[in-house]
């Protein structure tokens, strides 16, 4: 689903420092770098998962564990009706060429549960992809919030405008069920 008032891709990706140089080889235009949202290089990791939550944007880095940390973290801070769920991470191998060449493969390597899993799937089901220089991925969901307290619905139980149906009835945007 596309929001055409502000225009925005249903999915997009926030490029940490360390993998900016490979923004041309995510889908679309959906790749942005800290740079082009106005943070330093220097940034700290926290204050990146709070603009990727904000931008509603996968975060894309090399620093898996402190990311999938600071994303655990800020996870947490979820209440009934201010969710803090993210929308993915993604974390690559080192180097410029080794991000390159698995990024041009790992597509038909995604997969969760038997099942192909799309970059629209990473960043609606809020998972983790942990990509190995070989070009196969770890898949998972990415911790932090329990399932009691989710806040994003599953892809397939949204309605054909982005809505969730719940008992109470439709719910637009992000709160917790």
Known sequence: MRNYK??????GFLLDHNVSAIASLFPGKRA????????RET??????VRIAWELEMTIVTVDGDDFLKECTNFQNQTKRKDCHEMFGLVVLPNGY?????????????LR??????SWR?????NLYVRVRKDGRA??????GVSTARSCMPRAEDLDVYGRHETP??????????
Request: charged share 35%; with cysteine.
């Open 6 to 11: 502000t225009s925005k891709p249903e999915y």
């Open 32 to 39: 942005r770098t800290l740079a082009q949202i106005g943070l």
């Open 43 to 48: 940034a700290r990791d926290e204050d990146i």
């Open 97 to 109: 060429e080794n991000q390159k060449r698995v990024l041009q493969t790992v597509r038909r390597h």
């Open 112 to 117: 969760l549960s038997g099942a192909r899993v």
């Open 121 to 125: 799937d990473v960043a609606l089901k």
């Open 138 to 143: 770890e898949i998972k969901r990415l911790s």
């Open 168 to 177: 109470c009835g439709l719910i637009e945007g992000r709160v917790c069920l």
